[in-house]
């Protein structure tokens, strides 16, 4: 049966990321200063960020240059395929044509180095020697491991700590590229501590991951923060992907009906989306646009548009997004990336003016899409990606009802090599569904 691999030379990989802050149809409302209320300015973000990445956060330009030195990395993985799902849709039996832009090329295995090798350069450039950060699954810690010791930084990952122990061999990964990883919540930091003192058996989450890197970059001179998704320039490095698949689906000329991407906080939804966004909030183009989410953490699907802490502790800024509270510990489902309490601040404004749309699912009916995508596409998917893909099927079998031949497009945001514990719970029928 006929597959297709859509492919884009090397020279093809994008030159400039795309920001969508100057095409929101609202204003994004600025991040607070937790103490006066009152926005907060660059000096307030320079302990922990560089000042390129800060410039970028506020930025309302259109287009921003990919320096030379990312662009030569990126070329490792870059770019990334988009395939026609020709045997899933033949397995469903559906008139809609499925593509999928697969991530899980980088040598991290997932979407997360494309802002990771970015964050670094930055950081490097500006003569700083550490980067702390946070991870759940351990995708976002692999990638940042890989990029730090790329350019020559240290790295020290918080890793959430039912992950830490779901997920052995994204512990591995991290030390193989030279980081450090602790499992949070630990006795190293006074937010850890305070962490423990409350609930000693805690599973962690990422929230409280977060907390610990902040106060870790915060204390040390010599080391800045870094995080996987939320903040506005890590969905600007992102949109690599979207504008790539932009131009692979033009040559089969085609063009997405549907966009599909999994959300914990925002990234490799917006990677993918918000290139295609551009030309939908441009009146050029219609097309539905759909956040997936987990029923044990539905931000956007279940929680309230305020301002909120992006920690659970409470040490940055406030930002106004989709949140359950900062204080909310997800239950220890299997796709640790998305046990996140909050959502991107422009991912949570775009669905409050309802440009997209939102939908959560239990993780066993995400399990069985999983397994129904490995064994007719042959790639094992993440479990944080297998939840774009319950969707796209969703959407597929609507269309063999209806007899309709959309084009659906989703992000294969990584793979699932390091998650085959996962799906061992769930062919043994003990993976429960964690509602709230």
Request: net charge negative; glycine share 8%.
């Given at each position: 049966?006929?597959k ?10 994008p ?20 103490a ?26 259109r287009?921003i240059?990919?320096p ?7 070329s490792?993985?870059r ?12 397995a ?10 697969y ?5 991290a ?10 964050q ?7 003569g700083?020697?550490?980067?702390a ?15 730090t010791?790329?350019?020559g ?11 830490y ?17 602790i499992?949070?919540p ?7 501590k ?11 989450s990422l929230?409280?991951?977060i ?12 080391t ?54 551009m ?11 759909v ?10 699907t ?8 992006g920690?659970?502790?409470g ?9 359950m ?32 749309d ?7 009916e ?12 042959g ?5 944080e990606?297998?939840?774009?893909i ?8 609507e ?22 514990s ?11 569904d964690?509602?709230?």
């Open positions: 049966m006929q297709t691999k859509i492919i884009l030379d090397e020279n093809e990989i030159k400039k990321w795309y920001n969508i802050l100057p095409d929101m149809p609202t204003p994004l409302s600025p991040p607070l200063n937790p006066t209320k009152e926005p907060i300015g660059p000096k307030d973000l320079s302990p922990l960020f560089p000042m390129e990445l800060i410039k970028q956060e506020v930025s309302q330009e287009f240059a990919i030379d030195e990312v662009r030569d990395i990126y490792l993985w770019p990334s395929p988009l395939y026609r799902a020709h045997r899933l849709e033949a469903l039996k559906t008139p809609a044509r499925i593509y999928y832009k991530e899980g090329v980088s040598p295995g997932s979407h997360k180095p494309n802002t990771a090798v970015a670094a350069y930055y950081n490097m450039k500006e700083i020697e550490r980067l950060t946070e991870t759940g699954a351990g995708q976002w810690g692999s990638a940042l491991a890989l990029a010791t790329l350019f930084l240290k790295c020290t990952v918080y890793m959430v700590k039912i992950s122990q779901q997920k052995p061999y994204r512990k591995s990964l991290m030390h193989l590229w030279g980081a450090d990883v499992p949070s630990s006795d190293k930091t006074n937010a850890g305070k962490i423990l003192s409350k609930d000693p058996g805690s599973p962690g929230g409280i991951a907390s610990e890197a902040i106060e870790d970059a915060a204390t040390h001179d010599d800045h923060y870094s995080l996987g998704s939320v903040l506005n320039h890590v969905m600007l490095h992102q949109t690599v992907i979207g504008q790539e698949t932009k131009e692979q689906l033009a040559q089969v000329e085609e063009y997405p009906d549907c966009i599909i991407g999994s959300v914990g906080g925002g990234s490799n939804f917006a990677g993918l989306s918000f290139p295609f966004l030309d939908k909030l441009a009146g050029t183009k219609d097309v539905e646009v956040a997936v989410e987990p029923t044990a953490c539905p931000s956007l279940g929680g309230e548009f305020r301002y909120d802490f920690d659970t502790v040490l940055t800024p406030l930002l106004k997004m989709y949140t509270g900062h204080e909310y510990v997800p239950p220890a489902i299997h796709a640790g990336g998305l046990r996140y309490h909050g959502d991107s601040p422009i991912v949570s404004q775009l669905y409050a003016d309802k440009v997209i939102a939908v959560a699912y239990s993780q066993t995400v399990f069985k899409a999983g397994v129904t995508f490995a064994r007719s596409e790639i094992v998917p993440a479990p990606s297998a939840h774009a319950k969707c796209a099927i969703d959407k597929a079998l269309c063999k009802k209806s007899g309709e031949k959309k084009t659906i497009l989703f992000n294969l945001s990584g793979h699932g090599h390091f998650d085959m996962a799906y061992d719970t769930y062919f043994s029928g003990n993976m429960l964690e509602p709230i």
